[in-house]
């Protein structure tokens, strides 16, 4: 009947506003520029639905993203890394990605839409050229972050690692866990670490502030000189680099240098063109069940517009019927 239709369109417009409160919410927008940023949204050639647009843009808040330019830029890089690999990365990837952008300070150098979007090239290309998972390698990436920032190594050092690491069985928490233990460890301890390592102190400790990556690389060396893993863990043991898995992760990373140097070289190399996961959302976006859904979502536009329209009036029906209930319960 008429009267559900126009139930149905009222409560349409209503369960979107749900949404777009959220993100004057969560990023302190004037309702305002909220509504001017959804005009951005219905913009966007993009099969999202734009109450998950909006729901973007609360998490973009969370993240502490305020302005509307940054959280517009959010939202774009986001709903191309969640239509390219989203099945993929997991629920809630995307903030992860955001985070490692602020983390690494890639926002401030090159913006964060494009910061995010390196990112998940990097990963896209990583995960299409090897048995690693964009998931595992984004969780290794994230759980390293804040100690390979400290360090000086790059997201994409970062990643090609994670999946070299993923390749040869390793759990990320384990290898991230490791990884961090040695690496606070050339810090406090470089003289040791150099022994190991085979060069002299001041040419490792040059290393180790300039180049930790490098640095990395010459102390697996150093270890995959001593033999396997028998002879490994004696070594580390005097180092005090005991737990956690260090053993093997050390013993794998000494074994597998040429593996890391391929890696990170792809990750490095898709990070600097940053288009990979632009061009696979591009292809996800343009497939017959992408155009079925922008359909869908074009339709419901067309249904918000007119509950927003009918709204005042059905309000003040429901109200009316309501005092007339009053009455006729009073009489």
Sequence with gaps: SLSDKV???????????????????????????VEL????????????????????????????????????????????INIALG?????????????????????????????????????????QNSSASEGNIL????????????????????????AMFETQGL???????????????MGSDTEKMAKMAGLNVQEFSNLVQTDMNAALIE???????????????????????????????VNILAQNLDKVATQQDLATRAFNEGTSATNEAAKANSTAAANLEKARNRAAELQQTMGEQLYPVYLQCIEGAASLSKVLASI
């Design 87 to 127: 099945e993929d990365l997991g629920e809630g990837a995307v903030k992860n990605i955001g985070k490692l952008a602020n983390i690494f300070g890639d926002d401030k150098r090159m913006g964060l839409k494009q910061a995010m979007l390196s990112t998940a090239s990097a990963i896209n290309e990583l995960a």
């Design 139 to 162: 969780d290794f990436t994230t759980r390293l972050s804040a100690m390979a920032k400290t360090a000086g190594l790059t997201q994409a050092q970062v990643m090609g690692l994670g």
């Design 171 to 185: 759990n990320a928490e384990v290898a991230a866990t490791a990884l961090s233990k040695v690496m606070q460890k």
């Design 219 to 249: 102390f697996a060396k150093g270890i995959g000189r001593l033999g396997g893993i028998t002879e490994v863990s004696p070594a580390l043991k005097e180092l005090s680099l005991t737990g956690s898995g260090v053993s093997s992760v």
């Design 7 to 33: 139930a149905g369109y009222v409560s349409k417009y209503a369960a979107m506003q749900e949404h777009v409160a959220g993100v004057s919410k969560y990023t302190g927008m004037a309702a305002k520029d």
């Design 37 to 80: 940023l959804n005009e951005e949204f219905k913009k966007m050639d993009t099969r999202t639905s734009r109450a998950a647009l909006n729901d973007l843009a609360a998490d973009a808040g969370r993240l502490g993203i305020t302005g509307k330019k940054d959280v517009l830029d959010f939202v774009q890089a986001a709903d191309q």
